[in-house]
């Protein structure tokens, strides 16, 4: 019975892996929910480690990716996101700053911000326009220096394409 239950339990944490990417964290949680005792959960997830199925490394940079990149997130959100999903914050940091190489919080800030004002002149924008918009940007991780310097653009003329 022993490795019929170990069998179940590795078939179980592949088809979740095969469906998407997992932190160790929410696969061990996924295996002692679906009934599988903490000691075996724990031999499947180091299996799996073993196998190269498992990288909480791999995985942190590329949800960072996803979220900077995809859904336009600032840092405080990617940090948020990947603790909530068991990464440690070494790992967090690093994975942040990886994907910050390539795309940076400013330009994330800046696509977004043209994306919410999209067929709006933003510097028409009157206050309680402003301040949810500005609300909208830091729920999505952006520090509010950042967020208030790019307001501070818009009410300089500074929207266009061309960057003048």
Known sequence: ????????????AYR??????HSEKELRGKLLKAGFSEALVTAVIEKCRALGYLDDALYARQRARELAVNRLA???????DLAERGIDGELARA???EVREEFSEE??????FRKKTKG??????DERQRASLARGLAGKGFPTALIMR?????????????GE
């Open 95 to 97: 994975a942040i700053a």
């Open 1 to 12: 019975m022993g490795d019929e239950l170990r069998e179940k339990a590795e078939r179980k």
């Open 150 to 162: 790019q307001l501070k653009r818009t009410e300089d003329g500074f929207h266009g394409d061309d």
């Open 16 to 21: 979740l892996l095969t469906t998407r990417a």
């Open 120 to 125: 709006m002149d933003p510097a028409a924008l």
């Open 74 to 80: 600032g840092d405080r959100r990617i940090a948020l």
């Open 107 to 112: 330009e994330a800030l800046d696509r977004l």
